[in-house]
């Protein structure tokens, strides 16, 4: 693993340690063998009485592999089930030695091995990748200090103010208990129940509607630590901070029929998507930003930072990119190392620590709990994905699986007979002490009247949203309030969105069918047992900006970089191969791929060559592309034209607001399609994303300029209903 990479270049591990890190099997040129390490002859056969009679129980290699078999699964994970990782490193661009002692925040001249898993979090771990969901973004780094987990998402914020209700939400977004209906989707009666009587939950619930929850790649989209932390420097000094991950290729997102068509026609398409731009060395990178805050100014803001459904706007507080994540190798092994990696929210290392945070204080105890149940015992931390690269040595022994074996009499401390090891560590030793916050409370089960405000930054992000982002929250709810059964439900919903924006709520309204409700309508459980649910008027608070531009995913895309973006061409026999060169060439300068597609698995071209397409039009759609290109060769597009599939492919991409690019010889099948009728022949529709040229060069060029704008939302504003 990576981490045994980076131990080699640092004295300080152990060599033992690198040893413990390897238990790699590769079976290459090797006999089979049984657990016990016994050659065996036939792998085929059970042994039996008789070649037509009875097994026999004495089949020791049969009764060895099948035992093995039937216990090969392990708990899935409560939530997050769905992910993907990858290994990296971590390279500072910055000395944080102001704010931190932590040595990868510190030191510019490290490079600090990271291992980041990516995941949904409702859905089972065979469910699609394109569910409507939060994505986990959890990234182990192993720092010589020890290992540090940042267990973020792609959203900064929570649906929950305190770890209590965290079993209540996690069950309601679930399937519902009856029926297990429905797999990897919050658009049912539960999730939609538990969140109108949590008003809490509605700035998540924005996000969640909001086409963060449908990224084009894992590679695309932002993460965040959530929670407020704090950095605590060599002096003792604390600031709080703000984690995120800022992705290098901006932030992209799908078209929500697009993402559910995606989910049948590839429901890997995330995990493929990664691996493969891992293998083809399209390295994704991220810069970590920290937004710090001085401990002096915690009640500066007309917000709580200890509360997790709470962003600092960038305005207010502006990411410092200190550093860049590059993830450079797929595991050689899913399950020993993706699904085996335990993330720990307080796996931290000295220069961080915790606050008061409630959402965060439950996660302290709830990871090593679950990984309890779901890797066996108390030894996870030995499975090699989980090891930290610096040595561990303590007085804990034993226990399910066990794999180090400690040496000498002494297992406690105080100790002579061991020589009083191992020793405890000082802060010149780099030891670790909590930060000496002052507390002077009373013990009570409550919550701050600082975190009553539900509504400000749900307003806040929805303002700050383009009008293409905008339509797509109003139809992500419209879609999911459509589905859920209950209208009490969907009503007390309605009144929630009316806290947040009159034209939103009015709009989804619209589309249900419904109308808003008068104020106020909704209960509310985020509220303290002494004030009247009924009556309780959320606090709304007005201070902070109206607006945050960091919010927009579409005004945070670079235009012009269309790295690693996959084309569709579309050819059949007669195709001219010169014009399907002349885009190829073209896309790699620009760092983008094409991938020609043919109605079957080889084609003439008009030059007169054999060529076999990389994909067939029975294979692929078009959703699995960012943009489609057809070259000329007049055969070639009659041929498409009679293609229901090839049609489709161009009407999908069409609809999805993506790039298309047609030579002038597929008139024919240009007309075929549906979007035909909407196209002018003038510079709009190039503006629109639709090119069409005689000359190859030309079109190939003007083709990237429109790739760079990624997608034409504005194909769906003209068609929007309102
Ligand atoms: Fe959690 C997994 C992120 C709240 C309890 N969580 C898990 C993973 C991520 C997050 C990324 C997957 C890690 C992996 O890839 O293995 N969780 C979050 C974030 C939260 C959050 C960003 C809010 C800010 N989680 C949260 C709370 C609790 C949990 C409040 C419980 C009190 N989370 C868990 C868990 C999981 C988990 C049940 C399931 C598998 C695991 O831990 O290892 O313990």
């Not at 657990?35 to 039996?48: F, I, M, P, T, W």
Request: proline share 5%.
């Amino acid at each position: 693993m990576a981490a045994r990479k980076a131990t080699g270049k640092t004295n300080k591990v152990s060599k033992k340690v690198q040893d413990l890190a390897t238990n790699t099997e590769s079976a290459d040129g090797q006999f089979i063998t049984t657990n016990q390490g016994v050659r065996y002859s036939d792998d085929h056969n059970s042994l039996k009485a008789g070649d037509r009679g009875p097994s026999l129980l004495e089949d020791f290699i049969f009764r060895e592999k099948m035992t093995h078999f039937d216990h090969e699964r392990i708990p899935e994970r409560i939530v997050h089930a769905r992910g993907v990782a990858a290994h990296g490193v971590f390279k500072l661009y910055k000395d944080m030695s102001r704010f931190t002692k932590a040595g990868f925040l510190t030191d510019t001249g490290r490079e600090t091995p990271v291992f980041v898993r990516f995941s949904t979090v409702a859905g089972s771990r065979g469910s699609t990748d394109l569910a409507r969901d939060v994505r986990g973004f959890a990234v182990k780094f192993y720092t010589e200090e020890g290992n540090f987990d940042l267990v973020g998402n792609n959203m900064p914020v929570f649906f929950i103010q305190d770890a209590q209700k965290f079993p209540d939400f996690v069950h309601a977004v679930k399937p519902e208990p009856h029926n297990e209906i429905p797999q990897a989707a919050s658009a049912h009666d539960t999730f939609w129940d538990f969140v109108s009587l949590n008003t809490e939950s509605t700035h998540m619930v924005l996000w969640a509607m909001s086409d963060r929850a449908i990224p084009r790649s894992l590679r695309m989209m932002e993460g965040f630590g959530v929670h407020t932390f704090r950095l605590i420097n060599a002096k003792g000094e604390a600031f709080f901070v703000k984690w995120h991950w800022k992705p290098l290729l901006g932030m992209h997102q799908v078209a929500w029929d697009e993402a559910t068509i995606i989910s049948g026609k590839d429901p890997d398409f995330h995990r493929r998507d990664l691996f493969e731009a891992i293998e083809m060395g399209n390295f994704p990178e991220w810069e970590l930003g920290l937004q710090i805050v001085p401990e002096a100014d915690e009640h500066k803001f007309p917000f709580d930072l200890l509360d997790p459904t709470k962003i600092i706007p960038e305005e207010l507080v502006p990411v410092q990119r200190i550093g860049r994540m590059t993830l450079n190798r797929n595991p050689d092994n899913f399950f020993a190392e993706t699904e085996q990696v335990a993330f720990h929210v307080a796996h931290i290392v000295p220069g961080i620590d915790f606050t008061n945070d409630p959402l965060m204080q439950g996660r302290l105890f709830s990871y090593t709990d679950t990984q309890l149940s779901r890797l066996g015992g108390p030894n996870f931390h030995e499975i090699p994905i989980n090891r930290p690269i610096a040595p561990v040595h303590n007085n804990q022994r034993d226990g399910i699986h066990r794999m180090t074996i400690n040496q000498g009499k002494s297992s406690y401390t105080p100790n002579t007979v061991g020589g009083g090891c191992p020793f405890l560590a000082g802060k010149m030793d780099g030891g670790f002490a909590s930060y000496t916050e002052r507390i002077d409370a009373h013990k009570v089960r409550a919550r701050s009247k600082s975190f009553f405000d539900h509504f400000s930054q749900a307003a806040l992000f929805y303002n700050s949203q383009s009008e293409p982002e905008k339509l797509h929250i109003i139809n992500a709810i419209r879609f999911e309030l459509g589905k859920v059964e209950t209208k009490e439900i969907r009503e007390r919903m309605l009144g929630v969105l009316n806290q947040v924006d009159k034209d939103l709520a009015a709009q989804v309204a619209y589309g249900l069918g419904m109308k808003v409700p008068p104020q106020p309508k909704q209960l509310n459980f985020s509220v303290p047992a002494d004030v009247d649910p009924k009556t309780y008027q959320p606090l709304k608070q007005k201070q902070g900006p109206e607006r945050s531009g960091a919010l927009s995913m579409i005004a945070n895309s670079p235009t012009g970089d269309i790295r690693t973006r996959k084309v569709a061409v579309l050819v059949a026999d007669g195709v001219r191969e010169g014009d399907i060169n002349a885009v190829k060439k073209a896309l790699a300068a620009a760092g983008a791929m094409a991938e020609v597609i043919a109605p079957r698995g080889v084609i003439k071209t008009a030059e007169g060559g054999m060529m076999e397409p990389d994909k067939t039009l029975r294979t692929v759609a078009s959703v699995l592309y960012d943009a489609v290109y057809v070259p000329g060769g007049a055969n070639s597009a009659a041929t498409l034209e009679a293609e229901d599939d090839a049609v489709e492919f161009l009407n999908q991409a069409y609809k999805h607001c993506k790039p298309l690019a047609l030579s002038s010889e597929a008139d024919v099948l240009l007309q075929a399609t549906r979007f035909a009728k909407d196209l002018t022949g003038t510079e709009a529709d190039v503006e629109n994303g639709v090119v069409v040229h005689s000359n190859a060069g030309k079109l190939a060029k003007q083709f990237v300029t429109a790739m760079g704008q990624y997608r034409f939302w504005q194909r769906e504003l003209a068609k929007a209903t309102a």
